[in-house]
């Protein structure tokens, strides 16, 4: 995992965007904006994996493989749509377990910061956070889909300053 700020260039989102120089993000920048980060350090993540399930209560997964072959005639439509600034109700968990991608999420200023997630890396996204997902140049991603409960997929897209969720993650943010 790497984290930085992005360059808002309207080129290709699946160019890295870095600024020159790079404007980097840390991991404890990052939990100030809810988000948070695990490595899984092994080639088996499965051990590991069930642990954080069991400690956050994450009784629920799943597994999406992000490419033209894993997700067939709804890719385009799919990248589209998780490219589109939204949030969810819902936390966001993804264990990555082959392949890479960017999550960008907005910071408190309200600006792009872009993590480059690959093998290994797990990644909590508060609910109520705006962000969006994009693969970067090589378009394949597998990742395990964590859920407490049911899986709760919907995107609300921004604008949607006046759900609760979002209220609520402003709030739990705001002493950061
Ligand atoms: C979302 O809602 O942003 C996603 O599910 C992103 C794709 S999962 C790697
Ligand atoms: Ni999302």
């Given at each position: 995992m790497r984290?930085?700020?992005?360059?808002?260039?309207?080129?290709?989102c699946r160019e890295?965007?870095?600024?020159?120089?790079?404007?980097?993000?840390?991991v404890?920048?990052?939990?100030e904006s809810g988000v948070l980060y695990w490595r899984l350090d092994s080639t088996d993540y499965t051990e590991q994996l069930d642990r954080i399930c069991?400690?956050?209560?994450y009784k629920n997964r799943d597994q999406i493989t992000v490419s033209k072959e894993g997700l067939g005639a709804v890719f385009e439509e799919k990248i589209k749509t998780f490219f589109a600034e939204h949030l969810h109700v819902d936390e966001e968990i993804r264990?990555?377990?082959?392949?890479?991608g960017y999550f960008d999420i907005r910071d408190r200023h309200d600006r792009w910061v872009r993590i480059k997630v690959e093998a290994g890396d797990l990644i909590v996204l508060p609910a109520?956070?705006?962000?969006?997902f994009t693969l970067d140049t090589n378009n394949y991603l597998k990742a395990m889909r964590l859920f407490k409960e049911d899986p709760v997929w919907t995107p609300l897209n921004r604008p949607c300053d006046d759900n609760p969720y979002r209220k609520a993650?402003?709030?739990?943010?705001?002493?950061?």
């Open positions: 984290a930085y700020l992005y360059d808002n260039l309207d080129t290709d890295p965007h870095e600024l020159i120089p790079s404007v980097p993000v840390s404890e920048e990052l939990a069991e400690e956050r209560k264990a990555i377990l082959e392949g890479a109520g956070i705006y962000h969006r993650y402003l709030e739990s943010i705001a002493a950061n």
